[in-house]
Each structure stands twice: as structure tokens, then as C-alpha cells.
């Protein structure tokens, strides 16, 4: 494993996971702040979360075999920054069908970041240390999983506390797309726009052994 490309996707594979869980704890106690949600609130969050994580599987297939063609780091940055934008508004939605229709647009985008991490992440991985690697980022993403719902009730909480009690569930929204606007903006800044496979390193060559085999006459 060499190069700062590495940690640059290891954090930004951790920012990613860690936009994507926050909402988690919060999500359903906002559903049901909105018209029409007390009598079903159930079905909502699981509608909302299936319709986002079915565009979000759709995506990744069309978005990574487009990443082969113009490129992961292209299709990382866009994602990104369309993520963070669709997270904006669903934090002044009125009504459950406005939310539905965002968090559907939003499992598009989130969906193309998935497969051009791990694509770029192959192309910068030293030949042979790829399970190492990918044992590496497995272990950040589980850990963005775990720190995610605590850091957004903490975040939601902050507001609560600051008198802002009214907008606290909204806020998560714009505490999300910060994260993703920080995500592209760290992909533009650090990775490279044309991405080579980083050769395995070359060990020193050793000079030949003397040949000790005496023919005896």
C-alpha cells in the first residue's frame, strides 16, 4: 500500500458511511413531525428507505460501468456534490411525498459514490496487498456505521440546546450535506485527475550465486 491516494479514500470512504447513518436515529422521529405520517409512520420509513436504497442500487451498476468510461474520480466529485445539494432541501419539506421523491433522487446519487471508491481504491492498491486494503476499509466503514447515529443525535441535540427546538430534526439534513460537500471537495483537492495502476515494488536484484559444481576428471 502506497501513496496518500490511499488515506484520501479511506477518508473519504468514512465520510461517505458516515453521511449515509446519520440520519438513521433521526429520520423517523422527523417523519413524524410531517402531515399524514402519525397514522403510518411505519410504513413511511420503510417506503422512504426502500424507494432511496432501490435508486441507490440502480445507480451504482449504470454509475460504476460509466466510471470505467470517463472516470471513478469524475463520478465521485458528482455524486458528491449532487448528494449534498438534495440533502439541502429535505430540511424545509412539508409533506411525507416531497421527502419520498428527494430521498429517491438522493439513493441516486448516493449510490454512484459506493463502487468509485472501491474502483479507485483497486487502482491505487499496491499488486498484492489487496486484501489488506480492502480489510482496512471494511474496518473504516464499519466504524463510520457505528460512530454515525451517535454523532447525529449529538448534532441534533447541540441544536436543541442552543434554543433552536424547532428546526432541530431539520438540521440533520444540512449537517449531512455538509459532510458530502467536505467529501467533494477533498476528492477534488487530493486525487489526481488521471489514475494509473501503482506497480508492485521492484525487490533489488541479488547477483548470481558462484556455480561451486566442480567436474572432477
Not at 432501490?54 to 451498476?61: L, V
Not at 463520478?75 to 419520498?100: N, R
Request: a positive charge.
Amino acid at each position: 500500500m502506497r501513496g496518500p491516494q490511499v488515506k484520501t479514500l479511506y477518508s473519504l470512504s468514512f465520510l461517505n458511511w458516515l453521511g449515509r447513518n446519520m440520519l438513521v436515529p433521526i429520520l423517523p422521529l422527523f417523519i413524524a413531525t410531517l402531515p399524514l405520517a402519525s397514522s403510518g409512520i411505519n410504513t413511511m420509513i420503510g417506503l422512504i428507505v426502500g424507494i432511496a436504497a432501490a435508486t441507490g442500487t440502480m445507480s451504482a451498476i449504470y454509475l460504476g460501468r460509466l466510471g470505467d468510461r470517463i472516470g471513478h474520480r469524475n463520478i465521485l466529485i458528482v455524486c458528491a456534490a449532487a448528494a449534498a445539494l438534495l440533502y439541502l432541501p429535505q430540511s424545509w419539506v412539508t409533506a411525507v411525498w416531497q421527502l419520498l421523491v428527494l430521498q429517491a433522487l438522493t439513493g441516486i446519487a448516493v449510490g454512484g459514490l459506493t463502487p468509485s471508491l472501491a474502483a479507485l481504491l483497486s487502482r491505487y492498491t499496491e499488486e498484492g496487498q489487496e486484501g489488506s486494503v480492502y480489510g482496512l476499509d471494511n474496518a473504516i466503514v464499519s466504524a463510520s456505521r457505528t460512530v454515525a447515529p451517535l454523532l447525529g443525535a449529538a448534532l441534533v441535540g447541540t441544536v436543541h440546546m442552543l434554543g433552536f427546538d424547532a428546526f432541530r430534526y431539520r438540521s440533520i439534513f444540512l449537517f449531512t450535506s455538509a459532510f458530502f460537500v467536505l467529501s467533494a471537495l477533498l476528492a477534488l483537492w487530493r486525487l489526481p485527475v488521471r489514475a494509473s495502476r501503482i506497480a508492485p515494488a521492484q525487490l533489488p536484484t541479488q547477483p548470481a550465486a558462484p556455480n561451486r559444481d566442480h567436474r572432477r576428471g
